[in-house]
């Protein structure tokens, strides 16, 4: 016989539904705030009261609704409908422009949405055997995915460490006759600014090579941002050779998660995204996007958000942003050791430090410890480690009360020093190659730095920081991927 009694998310006898939420509930008071504009990654909060509660009522609407046959359920074709036609006409396509015949497609994310592009690509060329994409450094991690995925070469351009852009030189001489795919941001998560779309664009028309933009975070803010009266470049489908641009909806238009649109400039260029399958008993499958069975949930959550927004709602968040962006730059300029990697020109601050006695690790936890969460960037290639905030609508009433908690975090964070990792840790990080990396060995080193896998990340993260700061990238990745594993056990 086996054990009957019930295990992880399974009771032997099933729970009341209040007990139930009061679980969850006890559960989410680990996470990070995600409403109240202090934590700047991850989440994208406008502050608008009853967003959320029409958004929830939206998805519980849809939730089983199953986008898998758009014949079965029409009320999720239709919405995916609108929403591919709001991103469409935002980005520079439809009716009366230079591209009106713009289709897409709803994902479930921008990795999602960039995978696909890079599979359209790939397979808009089924004569070549060994494809590649060309793309700046500081393209998201997704186009690595992807291309590790899709078994795509991926040719990485370096970005200027003071601009922060590739040179567009570079990028065509980075193009070859097997490329498939070249790609732009707009703009970089990292630092937030936009590609040379437009030359970016031209060289990979010259070429005769598709050009994709990942507005994935902020396909949905700069537009509004241009409406204010922000000096943006043109991005979209405006650019002659764009022809294919990517927005996440659970970003900076504020719907709950689960939610991109891929558009592509027609639908030629579409076509080889989708995937279809009559070779077997069941049912075709037609597949656009890589889920065949989706939560028709996230779709009527966006489709709720835009439509309970409007144009006069996103302008008016895309204002308090503005605003946020400029408050929180001015509390970096103002501080002594603190430098702005870039002027900002979209929705980020991303700040780098130039005083050795001012670590920047140590003033993230410094941050954290007084409620305000920023993300830590390592050191990459000749780019200095720095601090990133994403940088939402819900920030700007905190805008205030960030100076003063800055200048508390830097005085603690220099009378606290620098981290120093004993010499034989840093020559560890430094010569360990990937491969020698056992579970046992990650496991230990873990347990050494404070990282029990059952207990969450610890408060202050500067020592793992620092660690990972001396190791190269291979090994950053292994590390981490198998701290990961060491965290992903079942709950029995
Ligand atoms: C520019 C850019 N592209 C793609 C992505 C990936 O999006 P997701 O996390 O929704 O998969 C992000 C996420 O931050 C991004 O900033």
Redesign the pocket.
């Known amino acids: 016989m086996t054990d009957t009694a019930g295990a992880g998310a399974l009771p032997a006898q099933g729970m009341p539904a209040a007990d139930v939420l009061g679980e969850i509930r006890a559960l989410r008071d680990a996470d990070r705030p995600t409403h109240g504009g202090r934590l700047f990654a991850y989440v994208y909060d406008p502050g608008v009261a009853g967003l959320d509660e029409l958004a929830q009522a939206a998805y519980a609407q849809s939730a089983h609704v199953n986008g898998l046959d758009p014949t079965a359920f029409p009320s999720l074709l239709a919405m995916e409908n609108a929403l591919v036609g709001a991103a469409a006409r935002l980005l520079g396509g439809g009716p009366g422009t230079g591209a009106p015949d713009v289709v897409g497609s709803v994902t479930s994310?921008?990795?999602?949405s960039?995978l696909l592009a890079v599979k359209a690509a790939r397979d808009a060329r089924p004569d070549l055997t060994e494809p590649r994409i060309v793309a700046p450094a500081s393209a998201?991690a997704?186009f690595a995915k992807a291309a590790h995925y899709l078994r795509v070469a991926l040719d990485t351009v370096p970005v200027d460490p003071v601009t922060l852009r590739p040179d567009v030189a570079a990028v065509a001489a980075a193009i070859r006759p097997e490329t498939v795919l070249v790609v732009a941001?707009a703009?970089?998560?990292a630092h937030g600014v936009v590609d040379p779309v437009t030359e970016i664009a031209a060289v990979a028309q010259a070429a005769g090579v598709r050009c994709h933009v990942?507005a994935?975070?902020?396909g949905w803010a700069l537009p509004w941002l241009r409406r204010l009266g922000a000096p943006v470049p043109p991005f979209d489908f405006a650019v002659p050779g764009v022809t294919s641009v990517?927005v996440?909806l659970?970003?900076y238009a504020y719907a709950p998660k689960g939610v991109?649109v891929l558009l592509h400039r027609d639908p030629a260029l579409r076509a080889p995204q989708f995937f279809a399958y009559a070779d077997w008993p069941g049912y075709t499958m037609v597949n656009p996007v890589i889920a065949s069975t989706r939560s028709g949930g996230p779709i009527a959550a966006a489709y709720a958000t835009l439509r309970h927004l409007g144009e006069d709602g996103y302008l008016r968040l895309a204002a308090a942003t503005r605003d946020a962006v400029a408050g929180l730059a001015d509390a970096i300029r103002a501080t002594d050791g603190l430098r702005l990697m870039a002027e900002p020109e979209t929705t980020v601050v991303c700040f780098t430090s130039d005083d050795p006695g001012l670590d920047l690790f140590v003033l993230v936890d410094e941050l954290t410890a007084r409620g305000w969460h920023t993300q830590p960037q390592l050191t990459y290639a000749d780019l200095p480690a720095s601090v990133h905030l994403t940088v939402t609508a819900a920030v700007a009433p905190r805008v205030a009360e960030f100076g003063p908690a800055l200048a508390e975090a830097v005085a603690a964070a220099r009378a606290a020093g620098p981290v120093v990792l004993p010499p034989e840790l840093l020559a560890l990080a430094g010569s360990l190659t990937p491969e020698a990396l056992t579970p046992d060995l990650v496991a230990g080193l873990a347990g050494g730095l404070g990282l029990a896998a059952d207990a969450g990340a610890p408060e202050r993260m500067a020592v793992v920081n620092t660690l990972l700061d001396a190791a190269p990238a291979r090994l950053r990745e292994r590390l981490l991927a198998e701290f990961v594993g060491l965290l992903q056990r079942p709950a029995w």
């Open positions: 994310g921008g990795t999602e960039l998201h997704a941001s703009p970089s998560y990942d994935c975070f902020g990517s996440d659970h970003k991109s």
